[in-house]
């Protein structure tokens, strides 16, 4: 079975610094996506980034960026420039290929950006 | 395009009584998930719908959890009766998946209806 830790309860950040959460996961196959959910207080979901696993090069959305590391099964969430919209749950999931897009969640880090 | 809706938002019963959530789809979207996610934990995938048909339900507790999705569209999902430990939010989402499409397809999610049990 897949399981995904997130170590990071609650994070803060000041605006317009970076901060980076951190994700790891346990899985015996070889293929397999990984995402970063948004859960803002209003309890939308939002994807945020996904990183398929064949891939080598890290995923980037504008001010959020992985850095993705197979071996050490490792996901971690790097996000610049922190406004305080992004205060928000942050969920780290993963989906094998092969099982009909059922997600793994983490229990998930609680970031808030302050002033 | 307009997203996943889920109703009511807000729900308080008492332990024993039933319950039901429902979630309408984006349109075309033929997979439809069912989650729950207990306060301080990620969510966890109840049950999954292809269309009209279930593709999972190994983590639904068939003997008080029932969905049904009639038509491939909209979908229910009833608690009965409830216990204390089901109070939780409980997600609806969807993703276009088309039978035999095998690539991982996003889930759109809705904004949940948030279950409290006394």
């Known amino acids: 079975a897949q399981t995904v830790t997130q170590s990071q309860p609650e994070m803060s950040v000041q605006e317009a610094e970076t901060v980076t959460l951190s994700c790891t996961y346990d899985t015996s196959e070889n293929n397999y996506y990984l995402f970063w959910y948004k859960q803002p207080p209003s309890r939308q979901m939002i994807l945020v980034i996904r990183?398929?696993?064949?891939?080598?090069q890290n995923a980037t959305e504008n001010r959020f960026s992985v850095n993705f590391q197979k071996a050490a099964k490792s996901f971690s969430l790097k996000i610049s420039d922190s406004q305080l919209g992004d205060t928000a749950m942050y969920f780290c999931a993963f989906v094998n290929t092969g099982t009909a897009s059922k997600l793994t969640f983490g229990t998930g880090t609680r970031l808030q950006v302050t002033l | 395009e307009a997203g996943v809706a889920q109703s009511p938002r807000y729900k308080i019963i008492e332990k024993r009584q039933s319950v039901a959530f429902w979630c309408n789809p984006i349109?075309?979207?033929?997979?439809l998930y069912w989650y729950q996610q207990i306060l301080g934990q990620g969510p966890k995938l109840l049950i999954q719908?292809?269309?009209?048909?279930?593709?999972?339900d190994s983590q639904l507790p068939k003997d008080r959890f029932s969905a049904e999705r009639l038509k491939g569209v909209d979908s229910t999902l009833k608690i009965q009766p409830a216990k204390l430990e089901d109070s939780a939010v409980y997600l609806c989402?969807?993703?276009?998946?088309?039978?035999?499409?095998?690539?991982?397809?996003?889930?759109?999610f809705g904004p949940g209806t948030r279950l409290t049990v006394l």
């Open positions: 349109s075309g979207h033929a997979t």
């Open positions: 990183q398929e696993a064949y891939k080598q």
């Open positions: 719908f292809q269309n009209n048909g279930v593709v999972d």
């Open positions: 989402a969807s993703s276009f998946s088309p039978q035999g499409f095998s690539s991982y397809n996003e889930q759109f």
